[in-house]
């Protein structure tokens, strides 16, 4: 019979939120393991468009307050902050915003040589980065590799702690953190938690592919983000513009027919000046999960709560990510050291986590022609 727990806390979720939890963790001495299972629908960091929001975008006209983590990571990125974070994460530092732009100081110059694609719009420079989620996922999940597990997790209180079950094995653990983005709503009411303590929000998002230039920034209408653009580079001169704002959050549950409909609008409004011939478009829905709030909008910062001896996490944002690990360090009790008791190797019976996949890459989406 197995005696005590097989580690001190267990964190469940490979996202961005479950990463950063574990790293902040592990470098404070705690001892922690991660397990995650990539699930379709499910994966908001992969899917994420990775800009790390300078606040410019929630700042015009919104008065609802959004941490600016955006110098954090840079911090992290130099390698004078922790976690140290790989360069080649960064997509680009220098978004384009076109459309109804006012060229206030928070915008940078006007663009000399704008692509062709955005016609005769007047064209700032914006200075923020866009990362490559996958790529800092891939990063932390090396550096913590024995500590990262695959599985889909169930859990059940038990006495002092929790049981997690994942496969066929059962694995306790005195803390637990639920970094699950949607699937913590599943997971705290297996704990007991009466539901509507989450939202989601829901998204349409929208993929092009094609021998197309590489464009990262928003277009605006009036104060609207209409469309916010980031480019996945792919072989043989192709890539893929992802394409999110307005255009995404305000129709998600649409008919193909629809969905390109709004999509050649779109295209017509804010990319005037064409696209190059052979181009093919694509589509596909996914929630933003968060701690539920009164009014249904998004929260204004990061969630992390203990509820019932549970620690949920909800970042809000990616850019907020190590904002919650930090909370989240700060509500743990500090490491004991006595819980650890692995007579057992259950730890080397769980799968280890595979590296994050190009979300673009899904055999799921379903391509159509546009040019
Ligand atoms: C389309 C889109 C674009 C976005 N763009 C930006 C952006 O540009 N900038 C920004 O700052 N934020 C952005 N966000 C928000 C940001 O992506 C999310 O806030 C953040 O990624 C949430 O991270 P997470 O780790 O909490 O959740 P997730 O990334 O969803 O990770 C949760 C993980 O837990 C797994 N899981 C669930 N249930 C279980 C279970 N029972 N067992 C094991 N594993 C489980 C899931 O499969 C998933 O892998 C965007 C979100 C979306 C959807």
Redesign the pocket.
């Known amino acids: 019979m197995r005696v005590g727990f097989d580690t001190e806390t267990v964190v ?8 950063f939890a574990l790293d902040r963790l592990r470098t404070a001495g705690h001892q922690v393991h991660l ?5 379709p629908g ?12 300078s606040g410019w975008k929630y700042h015009r006209g919104d008065p609802r307050p959004f941490p600016d983590l955006a110098e954090t990571w840079q911090k992290m990125f130099e390698g004078n902050a922790e976690p140290e974070l790989p360069r080649e994460a960064i997509r680009t530092s220098n978004l384009l915003v076109w459309g109804d732009v006012d060229a206030g100081p928070a915008l940078g110059p006007k663009v000399v040589d704008p692509p062709n694609c955005l016609g005769e719009h007047q064209v700032h420079h914006l200075q923020e980065t ?1 990362i490559d ?1 996958g790529v800092v996922l891939n990063h932390l999940r090396q550096k913590h590799q024995p500590c990262c597990h695959h ?4 859990v059940a209180r038990m006495a002092g702690g929790f049981e997690i079950l ?1 496969g066929t094995e059962r694995i306790l653990t005195k803390h637990l953190v639920l ?6 709503e ?2 705290g009411m297996m704990l007991g938690r009466p539901p509507g303590f989450m939202q989601r929000r829901p ?1 349409r ?1 929208y993929l092009i592919r094609g021998t197309l230039p590489e464009l990262y920034g928003h277009a605006m209408r009036s104060k609207d983000v209409a469309l ?1 653009v980031h480019t996945i580079p792919g072989n043989h001169k192709e890539c893929t513009w992802v394409i ?1 704002g307005a255009l ?1 959050e305000d129709a998600p549950e649409l008919h193909a027919d629809e969905a390109e409909h709004r999509l050649r609008n779109a295209l017509m409004a804010f990319l005037p000046g064409g696209l190059p011939t052979g181009c093919w478009w694509s589509s596909y829905r ?5 701690r539920a709030t009164t009014d249904g909008q998004r929260p204004d910062d990061v969630c992390v709560e203990m509820v019932d001896g549970v620690h949920y ?9 190590p904002r919650a690990a930090n909370t989240l360090l700060g509500m743990l009790p500090q490491p004991s050291h006595q819980t650890g008791q692995t007579h057992r190797s259950v730890w080397e019976s769980l799968p280890k986590l595979g590296a994050a996949q190009d979300p673009v890459q899904d055999a799921e989406l379903k391509w159509r022609p546009l040019t």
């Open positions: 469940v979720g490979g996202g961005i939120a479950g990463f397990i995650g299972c990539p699930r499910m994966d908001q960091t992969q899917w994420s468009q990775g800009i790390l929001h866009i989620p599985g889909l997790v169930k994942t970094a699950a983005g949607a699937g913590n599943a997971l998204l998002m916010t999110g995404a996914i929630d933003r999960a968060e996490v909800w970042p809000t944002k990616l850019v907020l990510a």
